[in-house]
């Protein structure tokens, strides 16, 4: 039971990594999302960035420990995706790609916000002509 808990989280994890990645998309049909991808965003940047522990990677090793194995290695990002995703060193174009995507995503979100709300008052029924 604990290996398929322990795969259950890693694909908990892959989806949270691409709701960080791609979630402003989601957020243009969607809006309010954005509010739950600002909040995984940040969360995905102080993981990487500080030494907080990621609570899916915590689970993952809890998982891991009931089957008699140790931790992840070095931790998700680098069991699963260094080395067999990518190579490490694309790293650095990897996270500005990373912004980049997220920040394209977020004017998307903008314009469709300000499109929808500049329109609001707008009904859409044609004249009628007479004579």
Not at 102 to 116: C, D, L, P, Q
């Amino acid at each position: 039971m604990a290996k398929f808990l322990a795969d259950v989280t890693v694909v908990v994890h892959i989806l949270a990594l691409a709701l960080i990645g791609l979630g402003g998309f989601l957020a243009w049909r969607w809006p309010k999302l954005i509010f739950v991808h600002m909040f995984a965003a940040a969360w995905g940047v102080l993981v990487n960035v500080t030494p907080v522990p990621c609570p899916l990677t915590a689970l993952e090793n809890y998982f891991r420990h009931q089957q008699g194995l140790g931790d992840l290695p070095g931790g998700f990002n680098a069991y699963y995706l260094y080395g067999t995703v990518f190579p490490q060193s694309w790293l650095p174009a990897i996270g500005i790609i990373a912004i980049v995507v997220v920040a394209y995503s977020y004017v998307g979100v903008y314009h469709r916000w300000r499109h929808r709300h500049d329109h609001a008052g707008e009904t859409h029924v044609r004249p009628v002509h007479l004579g």
